[in-house]
């Protein structure tokens, strides 16, 4: 895989994991307006909005800069481990039907990379 094609899928990663917790923050708000009570949302609430605090736009920033500091082909950063101050490489997995994916050896997150879109999955 080029590592253009590769850092380009993990900066999605970036802006896509934003708006998911982004999304899912909000939900969980609702949820918890019908149950104030509820102290596992309060707690999940809490969690999502520490992770989305460690997703800014300087962190981004930071990660793009560290790749550009790396040799072509060398491994390369695992996002999610860099948003929490980690450097983890990420390994080539098999194949899964014909789509190709890294995971980080830290973390154990995935990265997919089909051939028609971008995907990335935990």
């Given amino acids: 895989m080029a590592d253009e094609q590769l850092f380009k899928t993990l900066y999605n990663w970036f802006l896509e994991e934003r708006n998911r917790l982004s999304r899912s923050i ?26 989305l605090a460690l997703i800014t736009e300087e962190a981004i920033q930071k990660y793009q800069a560290f790749w550009n500091t790396l040799f072509p082909h060398e ?38 990379f089909p051939s028609s879109s971008t995907d990335t999955r935990q």
């Fill in 26 to 51: 909000m939900s969980y708000k609702k949820d918890l307006d019908l149950e104030p009570d509820r102290k596992d949302l309060k707690k999940s609430i809490e969690e999502k909005e520490n992770r």
């Fill in 75 to 112: 491994r390369r950063p695992c996002p999610s481990c860099f948003t929490h101050g980690e450097v983890s490489d990420l390994l080539p997995m098999p194949e899964d039907n014909g789509d190709e994916r890294v995971r980080c050896k830290t973390c154990q997150r995935s990265f997919y």
